[in-house]
């Protein structure tokens, strides 16, 4: 008995070691057993959307454009009417401007002889329907008013006997004195701007 009283830590380290041990024990499954709390995601969801619509009372959101007063449309000016009639009063086209689209003027008889016989004989020299050649005189000009041969005397002489110092060849023996009148006619038509380039249309 006097051992037991006064050894009595073996019995109190038994009893709490017993203690110690049911409560470190793990919990079972029962309903007692808290888990996490649930998460609302209906109230996040409703958050997120009121977060992200601007206010109407919030003053950093930007204010937007006043669309009440409409533009006017625009209306295209109205395009003018085009006239296939000229006007009273404007120029008529010359015999060049109409010999050059092809017209063909009605010459006299003699006029387009002088053609025919210059477009055989001068045109080599001269030019196609009198236009001015680099190689020889330009006759628009010397049988224009003023010119070195403007009457059918120079005309017919120089044509005659030529002109030798410029290598310009007589037609005495090769024209008629009829075919060099001839010539003279159209060409003077054509100086003259009375008959238009091209080829005219024969007479009837």
């Not at 024990?25 to 057993?33: H, L, T, V």
């Not at 387009?112 to 190689?135: F, I, K, M, T």
């Amino acid at each position: 008995m006097s051992r037991a009283s006064h050894h009595p830590g073996p019995v109190v380290l038994a009893l709490l070691v017993g203690l110690g041990s049911a409560g470190c024990s793990p919990k079972g499954s029962g309903s007692d057993e808290v888990g996490p709390a649930p998460v609302d995601t209906a109230n996040q969801s409703t958050r997120a959307d009121t977060a992200q619509a601007p206010s109407p009372f919030d003053s950093t959101a930007p204010p937007r454009p006043d669309t009440s007063a409409a533009t006017p449309p625009i209306t295209p000016p109205p395009q003018e009417t085009r006239r296939d009639t000229p006007p009273a009063g404007a120029a008529k086209p010359s015999n060049e401007a109409a010999g050059a689209a092809g017209g063909g003027l009605k010459l006299s008889r003699l006029e387009y002889e002088g053609w025919r016989q210059y477009s055989v004989q001068c045109a080599r020299c001269h030019g196609q329907d009198v236009l001015p050649n680099p190689v020889a005189a330009n006759l628009l000009i010397s049988l224009a008013p003023g010119g070195p041969i403007d009457t059918r005397e120079k005309f017919i002489e120089v044509v005659s006997v030529g002109r030798p110092a410029r290598g310009m060849p007589g037609f005495k023996g090769v024209l008629t004195p009829e075919q060099i009148n001839a010539i003279y006619a159209y060409v003077k038509g054509r100086a003259e701007k009375r008959i238009p380039p091209g080829r005219p249309a024969s007479p009837s």
